[in-house]
C-alpha cells in the first residue's frame, strides 16, 4: 500500500525559506517521478515542482528560481526547498506520485506566510 507523509510546514515571514519533505512508502521509490502540488483556500490544486527518476526537476513559472526540489533515494524522500517565500505562496502543499496508473496523494502540510 503506497503511503505519503509530508512534513515541514509552517508559519514563516516574507521573505523566509522552508523545507518540506515527502516520505515514501510502498513504492520502488528510484523507479518513480515524484511530483509537489499546492492548494491556496477558495482555489484549484496546483502543480509546484516535478522530479524525474534520474533527479531532473521542472518547476511552475510562479516559483521557479526560488523553489527547489530533490530527492534522497536512501530515504526514499523526496524534498521542496523554498526561498524567498510570499505570502501567495500561502497554500497546503501535497506530495504526489503516479503508481501502476493511480494517483497517490500525501495528508499534505500547510505554509502560511505571513508578518
Known amino acids: 500500500q503506497v503511503h505519503l507523509v509530508e512534513s515541514g510546514g509552517g508559519l514563516v515571514q516574507p521573505g523566509g525559506s522552508l523545507r518540506l519533505s515527502c516520505a515514501a512508502s510502498?513504492?520502488?521509490?528510484?523507479?518513480?517521478?515524484m511530483g509537489w502540488y499546492r492548494q491556496a483556500p477558495g482555489k484549484q490544486r496546483e502543480f509546484v515542482a516535478e522530479?524525474?527518476?534520474?533527479?531532473?526537476?521542472t518547476y511552475s513559472d510562479s516559483v521557479k528560481g526560488r523553489f527547489t526540489i530533490s530527492r534522497d533515494s536512501a530515504k526514499n524522500t523526496v524534498y521542496l526547498q523554498m526561498n524567498v517565500l510570499k505570502p501567495e505562496d500561502t497554500a497546503v502543499y501535497y506530495c504526489?506520485?503516479?503508481?501502476?496508473?493511480?494517483?497517490?496523494w500525501g495528508q499534505g502540510t500547510q505554509v502560511t506566510v505571513s508578518s
Open positions: 510502498g513504492i520502488t521509490f528510484s523507479a518513480y517521478a
Open positions: 504526489r506520485v503516479i503508481a501502476a496508473m493511480n494517483f497517490y
Open positions: 522530479i524525474t527518476r534520474g533527479g531532473n526537476g
